[in-house]
C-alpha cells in the first residue's frame, strides 16, 4: 500500500496542546460548581413529572432518586415540597480528596487496569487482543479487550459485550471487568467451560468507558456530559449533552457496537443493587420484554445475591433518554440491561473481590446463553459472498448480521419461528416453523438471488421532542421494502439512517422515500458522509418523494437524515411524518471518467503512529472526511487530482497525485508531527482580559498588529469559532463574544497576515 507523508505546520502548537491539556486536567473542577450529590424523595406524580420535565440528573436508587445538583436546582425542588437530603455537599472536594491516584485505596487506577489489560494480551496473545477504541475527552486512551480463539480474526460465532465505568465515580464495574478478563484467560486450557465457551465465543469486555470519570471521581467526562444521556436512540438532551452521540467516548460505544453484532450486552453500574433492561425512554414493553425477563431472571439466579431485582428501567428506576441500554436494543436489536452492582458507588475496597464473585457465574451464564437460539449466514446465491442482511424473527426487534462475515445470531428460547431475511438487492425470502431447542442453537443458512430494490439497513439515532408515549416508536417499521408498516417520525422529530452502501451522484434520482399513508405529510432530506454529518439538505417532501444527491454537492453519501416539517400535534399517535421505507440506488462511478482513492488517516506522534479519525481531504471544489475509524474514500475525475489534507488547526498541504480511469489507488495519509523548516514562529502570549471570562472577552493586540483571523480551540484542538479580518478599537482592542462556550480551558490562536500566530489561554468560568 502506497504511504503518503504529510508534514503538517506548527509542531510547537501540539506541543503547547498537549501541556495544556495536561494543565487543564489538573486544575479544572470535575462536577459543575457547587454540585451536590443529593437523595431525592419522589412522594406523587406530580412530584415524578416535575423531577422528569426539568432535566434532573440522576438515576434511582432504592426507595429515593439519587440526583446531582447545584444550589440553584436544589432550591427549585425544595421549593416544589420535595424532600431531599443532602449526602454529599461538594463533589469537587470529593473527587480532589482522592488525590493523584483518583480512587480510594485498594481499587485500581485507570493506568493499572490498562497495564493489567496490556499484560493479558501480551502473556495470552493466541485468545486476548487490546483494541483501540479512540482518544476520549481529556487526551484518555479508550480500550477494550477482545477474548476469543482465533482472536484476530472475525468468526462465525456469537458476541457478547461487558462495559463498565461509564459514570466515572461508580467504581465497581471496571473492577468487576478486569477481574473477569483475567480469570478467562488464567483459566482458558484449564477450566472446561471457560475454554468452550472462549472457543465459540467472541468477548468483547469494555472495561473502562470514561476514564476522565475515573481518574477525577466523577460521573461526567472533561466536558461535563453524562455519558448515559449521550446516546442516539431517542435521544432527548439530557445530561448536558448538545447532541447524539456528542462525546468522543460515545462515539466510539457507536462504533463498537457498530462494527459487531452482540447478541447480549450487558454495562455495570453502581449506586444500588437491580437489572435495568429498555425501555428507559418510554413505560411500554419492548418487543424482546420476554427475553429480557428470561435473561435477567436467569442473572439473577445464577449470581451470588440474596435478591437482585429486575425490570424495565423507565418503571423500575427512573425515565431517562439517551441510554446505552436503549441504544442497543433500539438500534443494534442486542439484548442490552445495564446491572447495578451495589448499594454504595464507591465500596469499601474489602467488598471488590465479593462483588466481583457474585456476579462471575452469571457473567459466565450470559455467555453461554448468546450462542443459544438461531444462527446462520446470508450469502448470494451465485457467487456465495456474504451480504448484508436485516433479520425479522416473528414481531421482535430485528437484527443485522455481519456485512463482513455474513453471519447472524439471535437469542430466542424453545419455540417454533417465522424468519423473513430482507437483503439490499436481493430477494426476499420467509422460513416458516423454524424450530428452536432451549439451550440449542439452531442454523439456518441462507442463499439469495438478485432482485432490484435497495432500502435502508439500520436506524441509528432518533430524536421525538420531549418523546411521543401515545406512538408505538416503531422504529425498525422503516426499515426493508415497503410494507406498509410506519415508524413515525414525531412532530419535529428525525431518524439518522444507515444505508450500509454508498450512493453515488448520477443522472436521476438516488433515493426515494415511501409513505405509503392517507394523508401526507411534510418532511425533508439530508445527506452525510458519516452518522454525525455535516448533514447537507437533499431536498423537501410530501408523502411519497424521490431525491437527487447532486443538489448537496456530494459525490457520494452513506448516511441519510430525515426530519419532519413540525405540523400538527405532538402527543398523539402516529404523530410526524410517517416513514415506511427509504429506497436507494446505487451507481458505480463510470470507468472511463472516474478513479477512486482510498485508504486511512494517520498522525506520527514520533514514538508511535495512530489514526487521526475526522480528517479533512478536499480535491478540487469537494471535501470528504475520514469517519470514526478513520477511513477515507475519494471518487475523483482521472488525471492529475491536488489533495489538500487538513487536520484541526495545525495546518495543510498540497499533495498531487495522478489517476487512471478506473483506478482503485489505496493511500495512507501519514502526517508527520516532526519539526520542519516550513513552520512558522511565534509572537508573544496575547493578553485576554477579563480572564476567567463569561459572556465576552476582551483581546488586546499590540501595535499595528491586528490579526487577520482569530481562532477559538478546544484544548484538543478542535476549532470551534473562526473569526475573518476582525475590527478593533482605536485601542487595539477586539471583543469576542465567548458566551456560547461551556466552562471550561479554551485556545485563542491569532495570525497575522504573515502568518504568524499569538496564543492565550482562556478561562470560562461556570455559572
Not at 485507570?110 to 477504541?133: R, Y
Not at 439469495?448 to 439515532?461: D, K, N, T, V
Not at 451522484?505 to 455535516?534: I, K, R
Not at 490579526?707 to 480551540?713: R, Y
Amino acid at each position: 500500500m502506497a504511504n503518503l507523508k504529510i508534514t503538517l505546520m506548527r509542531s510547537s502548537l501540539l506541543f503547547i496542546f498537549l501541556v495544556l491539556t495536561t494543565f487543564v486536567i489538573k486544575a479544572q473542577q470535575p462536577w459543575r460548581q457547587g454540585e451536590m450529590q443529593v437523595r431525592v424523595f419522589i412522594e406523587n406524580q406530580a412530584q415524578a413529572d416535575f423531577v422528569m420535565t426539568n432535566n434532573i440528573n440522576g438515576e434511582t436508587a432504592g426507595d429515593f432518586v439519587r440526583c446531582y445538583l447545584i444550589p440553584d436546582e436544589l432550591s427549585e425542588l425544595q421549593h416544589q415540597g420535595i424532600r431531599c437530603e443532602v449526602e454529599v455537599e461538594d463533589l469537587n472536594a470529593k473527587s480532589a480528596a482522592m488525590g493523584e491516584r483518583g480512587v480510594p485505596n485498594g481499587y485500581y487506577t485507570v493506568e493499572q487496569l490498562h497495564a493489567i489489560a496490556d499484560s493479558l494480551a501480551v502473556n495470552f496473545p493466541d485468545i486476548c487482543q487490546v483494541v483501540s477504541m479512540g482518544i476520549g475527552t481529556g487526551m484518555n486512551e479508550l480500550k477494550a479487550l477482545k477474548i476469543s480463539d482465533n482472536v484476530h480474526l472475525d468468526e462465525n460465532e456469537a458476541e457478547v459485550l461487558f462495559d463498565g465505568g461509564i459514570h466515572g465515580d461508580e467504581l465497581g464495574g471496571p473492577e468487576n471487568l478486569i477481574r473477569f478478563a483475567r480469570d478467562l484467560c488464567y483459566d482458558y486450557g484449564y477450566d472446561a467451560n471457560i475454554t468452550e465457551l472462549i472457543n465459540n465465543r467472541e468477548i468483547w469486555i469494555y472495561y473502562c468507558v470514561n476514564p476522565y470519570g475515573r481518574k477525577y471521581m466523577t460521573r461526567y467526562n472533561s466536558f461535563g456530559v453524562d455519558l448515559n444521556r449521550d446516546c442516539g436512540y431517542m435521544w432527548n438532551g439530557e445530561g448536558n449533552s448538545s447532541g447524539p452521540f456528542s462525546q468522543p467516548e460515545t462515539k466510539a460505544y457507536r462504533k463498537l457496537l457498530m462494527d459487531n453484532q452482540f447478541v447480549i450486552h450487558c454495562s455495570y453500574h453502581s449506586g444500588t443493587e437491580y437489572i435495568s433492561f429498555p425501555w428507559s425512554y418510554r413505560s411500554a414493553p419492548t418487543r424482546d420484554a420476554q427475553h429480557h425477563l428470561q435473561l435477567a431472571q436467569l442473572y439473577a439466579q445464577t449470581s451470588g445475591y440474596t435478591n437482585l431485582p429486575y425490570g424495565q428501567g423507565y418503571n423500575g428506576m427512573y425515565a431517562i433518554n439517551g441510554s446505552t441500554k436503549d441504544f442497543g436494543y433500539g438500534a443494534m436489536g442486542s439484548i442490552s440491561w445495564s446491572v447495578e452492582l451495589s448499594l454504595s458507588k464507591q465500596p469499601p475496597a474489602a467488598q471488590i473481590v465479593p462483588i466481583y464473585l457474585k456476579n462471575k457465574p452469571s457473567m459466565l451464564k450470559m455467555v453461554e446463553m448468546a450462542g443459544y437460539g438461531i444462527q446462520g449466514v446470508v450469502r448470494d446465491s451465485i457467487t456465495s459472498k456474504p451480504i448484508p442482511a436485516l433479520i425479522f424473527v416473528d414481531d421482535f426487534m430485528c437484527i443485522n448480521n455481519d456485512p463482513v462475515v455474513g453471519d447472524f445470531h439471535k437469542f430466542l428460547p424453545a419455540g417454533n419461528y417465522t424468519l423473513r431475511i430482507v437483503a439490499a438487492g436481493h430477494q426476499t425470502r420467509i422460513f416458516e416453523n423454524v424450530v428452536v431447542v432451549d439451550n440449542q442453537a439452531t442454523t439456518l443458512d441462507v442463499a439469495l438471488p438478485e432482485e432490484a430494490g435497495r432500502f435502508a439497513w439500520r436506524i441509528i439515532s432518533t430524536y421525538i421532542p420531549g418523546n411521543n408515549p401515545q406512538d408505538e416508536g416503531n422504529t425498525m417499521g422503516a426499515l426493508g421494502p415497503p410494507d406498509e408498516v410506519r415508524y413515525s417520525l414525531g412532530k419535529n422529530g428525525y431518524a439518522i439512517i444507515d444505508l450500509c452502501d454508498t450512493i453515488t451522484q448520477g443522472d436521476g434520482p438516488e433515493v426515494e422515500v415511501f409513505e405509503n399513508d392517507n394523508t401526507p405529510e411534510g418532511y425533508m432530506v439530508m445527506a452525510g458522509t458519516t452518522p454525525d454529518g455535516p448533514w447537507i439538505l437533499m431536498g423537501h417532501g410530501t408523502g411519497n418523494e424521490v431525491f437527487e444527491l447532486e443538489p448537496t454537492g456530494l459525490p457520494q453519501a452513506r448516511y441519510l437524515k430525515i426530519k419532519d416539517s413540525g405540523v400538527g400535534q405532538s402527543q398523539v399517535p402516529d404523530a410526524g411524518f410517517d416513514l415506511d421505507a427509504i429506497g436507494y440506488t446505487i451507481r458505480p462511478p463510470a470507468i472511463d471518467s472516474t478513479a477512486t482513492i482510498e485508504g486511512y488517516t494517520y498522525i506520527d506522534w514520533v514514538y508511535l503512529i495512530e489514526k487521526a479519525p475526522g480528517a479533512e481531504i478536499r480535491f478540487g471544489d469537494q471535501v470528504v472526511y475520514s469517519d470514526d475509524s478513520a477511513y477515507y474514500r475519494i471518487v475523483a475525475d482521472t488525471g492529475w487530482v491536488n489533495l489538500e489534507v487538513h487536520w484541526n488547526m495545525f495546518g495543510y498541504l498540497y499533495y498531487p497525485v495522478y489517476l487512471l480511469p478506473g483506478q482503485q489507488l489505496n493511500l495512507d495519509l501519514i502526517m508527520d508531527w516532526m519539526e520542519s523548516a516550513t513552520w512558522r514562529t511565534w509572537h508573544t502570549e496575547l493578553l485576554l482580559y477579563p480572564n476567567p471570562a463569561n459572556g465576552s472577552v476582551i483581546l488586546k493586540t499590540g501595535e499595528n498588529e491586528i490579526p487577520v483571523s482569530i481562532t477559538i480551540c478546544n484544548v484538543q484542538g478542535a476549532v470551534l469559532d473562526r473569526i475573518m479580518h476582525p475590527k478593533a478599537n482605536a485601542a487595539g482592542e477586539i471583543k469576542l463574544e465567548v458566551a456560547h462556550l461551556r466552562p471550561g480551558l479554551y485556545l485563542v490562536v491569532s495570525m497575522d497576515e504573515t502568518g504568524q500566530t499569538s496564543i492565550g489561554r482562556l478561562v470560562i468560568a461556570g455559572n
